[in-house]
């Protein structure tokens, strides 16, 4: 048995069917592009991964560099301490004598007071330590006194030698043993 189907119906499911195929190839179309697009991103996301563990490498090895550097520098430091410490230890700060005064004993040999200067560090300040040394070169008497403490200036140094109780005394001193001592030294010339 025949159908008949009406041309109006056929022509409008030819365009409905037209109208599915041009959905189903811009369908098709916008598939394909999120696709392609896809395929960047995973591309990108693997680029990024890869370069951050690039970046993390670096900052690995300049971290062990660095590291390694202020160990070194550490090291040095602390023996270049040691070497300090060790050339303060053997070598003392020179202690500057001067000769003052010269006196003759009664055989004309020399009976000398000298000055001793030596830095010392107060709790309020940098001071000198002053020390007058008497030596007899005939009869090795020596005698080491008159010690004090003052700032270090001209000032106080002449105050220390005027002072009855410091210069003053070890001048008394030198005096009286050079006009009773009649001693030469044992390796001096004999008179000919
Ligand atoms: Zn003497």
Do not use: W
């Amino acid at each position: 048995m025949l159908r008949i189907i009406r041309t109006s119906r056929l022509n409008s499911q030819a365009s409905a069917l037209l109208q599915a195929q041009g959905e189903r190839d811009q369908l098709l179309d916008a598939n394909q592009k999120l696709t392609s697009s896809l395929e960047t991103e995973r591309q990108h996301a693997q680029d990024l991964k890869a370069s951050c563990k690039q970046l993390g490498e670096q900052f690995e090895r300049q971290k062990a560099a660095y590291t390694r550097a202020c160990d070194e520098r550490v090291q040095e430091a602390r023996q270049q301490a040691e070497e300090l410490q060790a050339r303060a230890v053997t070598v003392p700060e020179p202690e500057p004598e001067e000769l003052l005064y010269r006196y003759k004993n009664q055989v004309l040999t020399d009976v000398t007071i000298t000055l001793r200067t030596k830095k010392v560090e107060l709790a309020y300040g940098p001071r000198v330590e002053l020390t007058l040394i008497l030596r007899c070169a005939g009869c090795d008497f020596t005698r080491t006194d008159a010690s004090l403490c003052v700032a270090d200036d001209p000032e106080s140094r002449q105050n220390f030698l005027a002072d009855d109780a410091y210069g003053g005394a070890v001048k008394g001193d030198a005096q009286r043993h050079a006009e009773r001592c009649r001693a030469v030294p044992l390796d001096s010339e004999p008179p000919a």
